[in-house]
């Protein structure tokens, strides 16, 4: 076994890696960016080096830096995890020249499997099914456009050598094909340095269903069951399960035995992931094989009681596989659910920030979270949104999904847009609870995802006046214990009056100005609260924890919840959800004319890559203005409003911040 290994990757794969290592007594090297120079990756590795700027391209994917770094610190084997370089032939290539061993698959099978059409044509002569499409060389738009045509819309435009839904786009009609082809070369060039794209089928209600597959240097090869990633947005994988539901034996075996042919056929080593497209009579059809460990490969782990990191690293020092196929066998049933800083409202557009508030439900044997990040951590532009990976199991899908609702719950995140709440309606839709599922299910339960704006309970308000008058006490009583008095009556904080009643108010406001508004009326009862809402009055005493949790009595009902402040925002977090209220100072009002009129400004941090409209030119609402490019994807800004481009602020190629005016628009009166 190793005693030294780098990890060539960061965040949550990282800390995922050094966990198993340190268990081995392997000891790690972590790399690091600007961006990173205090992650959570570098603070658990045995040492770190510094190889770039923050920037990937100029850091994470320098390969030869990341070498001269594991020479530097003696590492005598490399993890690329998943991502930048995992599935690079060039990288895999000068590990080896180098005299590193590089942990993953040989340069022959990355090659081999590293362009998705060249991938295919070895498939299909180790007689694995293929989707129906092109797949060749040539790479004509006109070429490309008249495939498509045959093929028959829909189709799906995917980069030859991507991943992770970047470089992809689903085409309804042939009038869409060229546009969206020029979107697609662009991403896969910037994500993966090639324009080389396929074209094939789209299947309508199918699943994708993966095999995780091993190999080692002995010529021996298994499979380790299945996943259903089929919950998709953006073609990126959002909830992922195993064993597949409704997978029968017949079938298992059909497809465990098509995943390990195609391993053979490239003399795979290690681990990687054969996914295929199940359509809805349960015929699949292969997709790809990922030459790398996957983001989902946690629910492999949980269903198997196996560590794939540590057969891994086994594998690599040359080590035969730890286990038979007919020794593995599947117990209970397992979930996982990617907690990203992005907004689903808003299209699920990647935020940027500071984890003001982290704190992520308990593990156990049942829970486990993957992250790389800890509170006081932030979110930047550079990489993948990714917050963490939480992990459920239990005996049966049932009460899996039961215990995936409670963890969703119990997650507190401030400081960033989170889709916590989106991921909670998602367990719990009728579609993803009877196991209806299809690549498409979150566009089609769209109408239960993402529901009208529900004004908050009563309860949440109150909840929210219970938090700032237990805060303002819990800071009096801190003020007193420092100052010269702590015993002056003067910093109690109990409302008390002579020959009279304490009252008064406390005002919030969920929204922006002029959205929905509530004022609390106080009245102090001791070491009670009466509190009033919509003129009906409630009985309320609580405690207050260090990181803001409540324990609650509300007119003799015991509950908790938690209420972060940050700022003037109130996040108050109750019965699963998150309500994110404003404390109002009635005293401050802000000037006329504070908005912004007229300006379209960045979402996020990123560069702009295309101007869509012409200056002058008059655009209908929803009119395509511009591209931006941001965490590795393409997001384009529409009209607001009938209006025209007076201006472009910043020319094609230049780099944004969050916030700024990035065109001057002229609305139509």
């Known amino acids: 076994m190793f005693d030294k290994?780098?990890?060539?990757?960061?965040?949550?794969?990282?800390?995922?890696?050094?966990?198993?290592?340190?268990?081995?007594?392997?000891?790690?090297?972590?790399?690091?960016?600007?961006?990173?120079?205090?992650?959570?990756?570098?603070?658990?590795?045995?040492?770190?080096?510094?190889?770039?700027?923050?920037?990937?391209?100029?850091?994470?994917?320098?390969?030869?830096?990341?070498?001269?770094?594991?020479?530097?610190?003696?590492?005598?084997?490399?993890?690329?995890?998943?991502?930048?370089?995992?599935?690079?032939?060039?990288?895999?290539?000068?590990?080896?020249?180098?005299?590193?061993?590089?942990?993953?698959?040989?340069?022959?099978?990355?090659?081999?499997?590293?362009?998705?059409?060249?991938?295919?044509?070895?498939?299909?002569?180790?007689?694995?099914?293929?989707?129906?499409?092109?797949?060749?060389?040539?790479?004509?738009?006109?070429?490309?456009?008249?495939?498509?045509?045959?093929?028959?819309?829909?189709?799906?435009?995917?980069?030859?050598?991507?991943?992770?839904?970047?470089?992809?786009?689903?085409?309804?009609?042939?009038?869409?094909?060229?546009a969206a082809l020029a979107a697609c070369q662009r991403e896969a060039a910037s994500s993966f340095g090639s324009e080389h794209v396929l074209v094939e089928k789209y299947l309508s209600r199918a699943r994708h269903i993966e095999i995780q597959v091993f190999g080692d240097t002995h010529g021996n090869y298994v499979h380790l069951f299945e996943r259903d990633c089929s919950v998709q947005r953006r073609h990126q994988k959002v909830l992922e399960e195993a064993p597949a539901p409704g997978m029968t034996p017949e079938r298992r075996a059909a497809m465990g035995a098509a995943a390990v042919n195609a391993a053979r056929a490239v003399g795979y080593v290690g681990a990687g992931t054969v996914e295929f497209i199940?359509?809805?009579?349960?015929?699949?059809?292969?997709?790809?094989?990922?030459?790398?460990?996957?983001?989902?490969?946690?629910?492999?782990?949980?269903?198997?009681?196996?560590?794939?990191?540590?057969?891994?690293?086994?594998?690599?020092?040359?080590?035969?596989?730890?286990?038979?196929?007919?020794?593995?066998?599947?117990?209970?049933?397992?979930?996982?659910?990617?907690?990203?800083?992005?907004?689903?409202?808003?299209?699920?557009?990647?935020?940027?920030?500071?984890?003001?508030?982290?704190?992520?439900?308990?593990?156990?044997?049942?829970?486990?979270?993957?992250?790389?990040?800890?509170?006081?951590?932030?979110?930047?532009?550079?990489?993948?949104?990714?917050?963490?990976?939480?992990?459920?199991?239990?005996?049966?899908?049932?009460?899996?999904?039961?215990?995936?609702?409670?963890?969703?719950?119990?997650?507190?995140?401030?400081?960033?847009?989170?889709?916590?709440?989106?991921?909670?309606?998602?367990?719990?839709?009728?579609?993803?609870?009877?196991?209806?599922l299809d690549t498409a299910l979150i566009e089609r339960e769209n109408a239960y995802l993402f529901p009208e704006d529900e004004p908050p309970p009563a309860e949440v308000w109150l909840v929210a006046a219970l938090g700032e008058l237990l805060r303002e006490s819990a800071y009096a009583n801190t003020s007193a214990r420092s100052g010269s008095d702590p015993c002056s009556p003067w910093h109690v904080r109990d409302g008390w009056r002579l020959n009279a009643t304490a009252r008064r108010s406390l005002l919030f406001r969920l929204g922006g100005p002029g959205e929905t508004q509530k004022t609390v009326q106080v009245t102090y009862r001791g070491a009670h609260f009466a509190l009033e809402v919509d003129g009906k009055t409630s009985l309320v005493h609580g405690e207050l924890g260090a990181r803001g949790q409540l324990r609650i009595a509300l007119d003799g009902r015991r509950m908790e919840a938690s209420c972060i402040a940050a700022g003037c925002m109130r996040h108050t977090f109750l019965h699963g959800r998150c309500w994110q209220l404003v404390s109002v100072d009635p005293l401050y009002h802000a000037g006329e004319g504070s908005g912004v009129e007229g300006g379209l400004t960045a979402p996020l941090q990123g560069r702009v890559i295309a101007h869509l409209a012409e200056v002058g030119v008059p655009l209908a609402k929803g009119a395509p203005l511009l591209i931006l490019e941001a965490m590795k994807m393409e997001h384009t800004l529409t009209a607001p409003a009938a209006g025209r481009v007076q201006a472009f602020r910043y020319a094609v190629g230049e780099q944004v911040t969050d916030g700024v005016e990035l065109v001057d628009y002229a609305y139509d009166q």
């Open 278 to 436: 199940v359509a809805a009579d349960g015929t699949f059809y292969f997709m790809e094989m990922n030459t790398r460990l996957q983001v989902e490969h946690p629910v492999t782990e949980m269903i198997t009681g196996l560590d794939l990191v540590e057969w891994q690293l086994r594998v690599a020092a040359g080590e035969p596989l730890p286990l038979a196929q007919e020794q593995l066998a599947i117990r209970g049933h397992a979930l996982e659910a990617r907690i990203y800083a992005e907004d689903p409202a808003k299209g699920f557009l990647p935020t940027t920030g500071t984890l003001a508030h982290l704190a992520p439900p308990a593990e156990s044997l049942h829970v486990r979270v993957d992250t790389g990040v800890e509170e006081g951590d932030a979110i930047s532009p550079f990489y993948d949104p990714m917050v963490a990976k939480l992990i459920v199991w239990a005996e049966n899908r049932e009460q899996a999904l039961v215990r995936m609702l409670q963890a969703l719950a119990d997650y507190r995140i401030v400081g960033v847009a989170n889709n916590i709440d989106f991921l909670s309606r998602l367990v719990a839709s009728p579609a993803f609870s009877s196991a209806d």
């Open 5 to 178: 290994i780098l990890i060539a990757n960061r965040g949550e794969i990282a800390c995922r890696i050094i966990k198993t290592a340190r268990r081995m007594g392997v000891r790690c090297v972590a790399v690091y960016s600007d961006a990173d120079a205090n992650a959570r990756h570098v603070r658990l590795a045995d040492e770190a080096v510094w190889i770039g700027p923050s920037a990937a391209r100029d850091s994470y994917l320098v390969g030869e830096r990341i070498i001269a770094a594991a020479k530097k610190t003696g590492a005598q084997a490399i993890h690329p995890g998943y991502g930048f370089l995992s599935e690079n032939v060039d990288f895999c290539a000068a590990c080896t020249h180098a005299g590193l061993v590089f942990i993953g698959p040989g340069v022959d099978a990355i090659r081999a499997m590293g362009s998705k059409s060249e991938a295919k044509k070895l498939m299909q002569q180790a007689r694995v099914p293929l989707t129906p499409g092109y797949h060749g060389d040539e790479q004509t738009p006109a070429l490309l456009h008249a495939q498509a045509d045959a093929i028959g819309y829909p189709v799906l435009i995917k980069a030859a050598a991507g991943g992770g839904g970047k470089g992809m786009r689903l085409v309804d009609s042939s009038d869409g094909f060229l």
